[in-house]
């Protein structure tokens, strides 16, 4: 998932922290993950039609966000000797962020998650045949709240949240267009 340029020699480290490096390539300045294949989002939708949404404090930001379900694929050491699938990775991170197992997890797409300052590519997946299992809110460190909203008021949800001072993912939007898109575009 690391996108269709592979070669690292032409790569420049200029700074590294425990999950981040600054890198440079052809003058461009931009981070990549020291671990990890990429990240997945997930559209989980419930028998009842209600869209999963998280809401937790993002440090870079300053500020509670509302956005998917989401995770890094294969960030663990222990993945180094076998990979994570990015379908076990979203079937992880559902459980762990929401309380939710999925029955089928279906790709929507994917692509770069933000491509003037990251490397980083992220897989979309509709994750459905949901069961609660658990109550969610993340592993140790994090502290996510899980909203259940309905698919029609997803839109006037997020504008509300806004007012009260959230910032809105709008990956959100992304996901439920590609999720209504016909099987035959994706």
Do not use: K, N
């Not at 070669?7 to 020291?34: C, I, N, S």
């Not at 180094?80 to 990015?86: L, V």
């Amino acid at each position: 998932m690391t996108g269709p340029h592979t070669d690292a020699d032409d790569v420049t480290e200029l700074a590294r922290g425990r999950f981040l490096r600054l890198a440079a390539r052809d003058g461009w300045e931009f981070v990549q993950r020291v671990r990890g294949s990429g990240a997945v989002l997930i559209l989980a939708v419930t028998p009842a039609d209600e869209v999963l949404l998280v809401e937790q404090y993002r440090p870079p930001v300053a500020r509670r966000v509302i956005e998917l379900p989401a995770g890094l694929v294969g960030d663990e050491p222990s993945d180094a000797d076998t990979p994570e699938a990015a379908e076990d990775a979203v079937r992880r991170e559902l459980e762990e962020e929401t309380g939710y197992r999925a029955a089928t997890v279906t790709r929507l797409g994917g692509g770069p998650s933000s491509p003037g300052s990251s490397a980083e590519s992220v897989g979309l997946y509709r994750a459905a045949g949901l069961e609660q299992i658990g109550e969610g809110g993340g592993i140790a460190g994090e502290a996510i709240t899980v909203h259940r909203v309905p698919r029609a008021d997803v839109a006037r949800w997020c504008r509300a949240r806004e007012r009260e001072g959230a910032l809105i993912d709008v990956r959100i939007f992304a996901a439920l267009f590609l999720d209504e898109a016909p099987a035959d575009a994706t």
